[in-house]
């Protein structure tokens, strides 16, 4: 197993995008109080599961067509069984609940006649955050391709809900083996 410690730096707005079971109720307090029960924290402060930076790379992996060899499921495989992340990643600066943004936004739900758009509210933190957390992986990839996924995931793919180009997205700024 290597050992590789990632630092990076928020470049959009992180959306929380906890499960909550239920729909908010018709008011606007009963919405932002269901927005807000999507918030991943704790006594700790703020964070997000670790779960994210692997979707993260293995949406890059596909998206960039990264392959080991003729096989793009290879590594999407090894990330998936060998990747060994923290549950929880600490945003940094330690952030509390005094950090999030309630923001209304229009959203597109259902499809095709179907669709209509609909206010939702949703909570996020500002673009000024950041993570330093551990990875450990197989040696069955290079390091340099685990470098490249994360740092192509960030770019383009991101972490947290409501994920486009405009959320969620990162730069790794510190990638060294410990």
């Known amino acids: 197993m290597q050992k590789v410690h990632c630092e990076i730096n928020g470049l959009t707005h ?5 499960y909550v079971n239920g729909t908010p109720g018709k008011s606007e307090k009963a919405e ?3 927005a807000l029960q999507k918030i991943f924290h704790d006594d700790n402060g703020l964070y997000f599961p670790g ?22 499921t290879r590594p ?17 600066p330690k952030m509390k609940l005094d950090d999030i943004e ?6 597109k739900v259902g499809q095709g006649q179907q669709e209509v ?11 000024k955050w950041g993570a ?20 192509t995931g960030g770019q383009y793919n991101g972490i947290g809900g409501r994920r486009n ?13 410990v």
């Open 117 to 127: 758009l609909r206010e939702n509210w949703y909570a996020r933190i500002s673009t």
């Open 76 to 92: 999407i495989e090894f990330i998936k069984s060998t990747l060994q992340k923290p549950e929880e990643i600490y945003f940094t």
């Open 102 to 107: 309630l923001v209304k936004e229009r959203t």
């Open 32 to 34: 932002k109080e269901h």
């Open 132 to 151: 330093a957390f551990d990875i450990e992986f197989a040696d069955l990839l290079p390091t340099v391709y685990i470098e490249e996924a994360l740092r």
């Open 51 to 72: 779960i994210q930076i692997q979707g993260c790379m293995i949406n890059a992996i596909r998206f960039a067509q990264m392959k080991l060899g003729k096989s793009m």
């Open 14 to 18: 992180y959306y929380f995008n906890k």
């Open 165 to 177: 180009w405009q959320r969620g997205r990162f730069e790794v700024t510190k990638f060294e083996m």
